[in-house]
T-cell receptor, first 111, second 113 residues
Framework: DQQVKQNSPSLSVQEGRISILNCDYT??????FLWYKKYPAEGPTFLIS?????DKNEDGRFTVFLNKSAKHLSLHIVPSQPGDSAVYFC??????????FGQGTRLTINP | ETGVTQSPTHLIKTRGQQVTLRCSSQSGHNTVSWYQQALGQGPQFIFQ???????GRGNFPPRFSGLQFPNYSSELNVNALELDDSALYLC????????????FGEGSRLTVL
């Protein structure tokens, strides 16, 4: 039972363009969401988060949008850079302790 | 400020054996969470330790157990290893069970043959 779903296993984007990574969730009790980025042989690193009281949060080139009625969030990266090539995980807090992760989307930025 | 460190980084065990993985939390953090990441999947929550007590557990059998020490470092123990236990085991630290950003180590990759 996958409560957080990232339906695109991979995404390829040209350098300088916008990257849009999508995430859907099924549990309406989720109220805090995070995006993590993971390079090979490294642990996930926190990128950006959003609380359910907001519909948008921005940090430099990264913006996360939350659509509660659709149970959908997306991460926008503008402009995309080669260093952004990584696996991106969407995650939601279930209770105070447990992060529920999606399967991940591998983003490749092409020069 | 030191980050989260895990050891060993790689190890190979055979079915039925036992394994202990270790984690040192980020300086100043008193909460450690463990996650299992199977190939091609996202990390799955195993359990969390806060001030040396288990503070939440995911859907993992009792042969997965843990400890947290007074210096807030932690161990994950897995008994009676099964082939499906092959995965990357990630440790993450935070402060006071804070619901927010977790700081992850690079993980311990376990292969069970």
């Amino acid at each position: 039972d996958q409560q957080v779903k990232q339906n695109s296993p991979s995404l390829s984007v040209q350098e300088g363009r916008i990257s849009i990574l999508n995430c859907d969730y099924t549990n309406s009790m989720f109220d805090y969401f995070l995006w993590y980025k993971k390079y090979p042989a490294e642990g996930p690193t926190f990128l950006i988060s959003i609380s359910s009281i907001k519909d948008k949060n921005e940090d430099g080139r990264f913006t996360v949008f939350l659509n509660k009625s659709a149970k959908h969030l997306s991460l926008h990266i503008v402009p995309s850079q080669p260093g952004d090539s990584a696996v991106y995980f969407c995650a939601a807090y279930q209770g105070a302790q447990k992060l529920v992760f999606g399967q991940g989307t591998r983003l490749t930025i092409n020069p | 400020e030191t980050g989260v460190t895990q050891s060993p980084t790689h190890l190979i065990k055979t079915r039925g054996q036992q394994v202990t993985l270790r984690c040192s939390s980020q300086s100043g953090h008193n909460t450690v969470s463990w996650y299992q990441q199977a190939l091609g999947q996202g990390p799955q929550f195993i359990f969390q330790y806060y001030r040396e007590e288990e503070n939440g557990r995911g859907n993992f059998p009792p042969r997965f157990s843990g400890l947290q020490f007074p210096n807030y470092s932690s161990e994950l123990n897995v008994n009676a290893l099964e082939l499906d236990d092959s995965a990357l085991y990630l440790c993450a630290s935070s402060l006071d069970g804070y619901t927010g950003e977790l700081f992850f180590g690079e993980g311990s990759r376990l292969t069970v043959l």
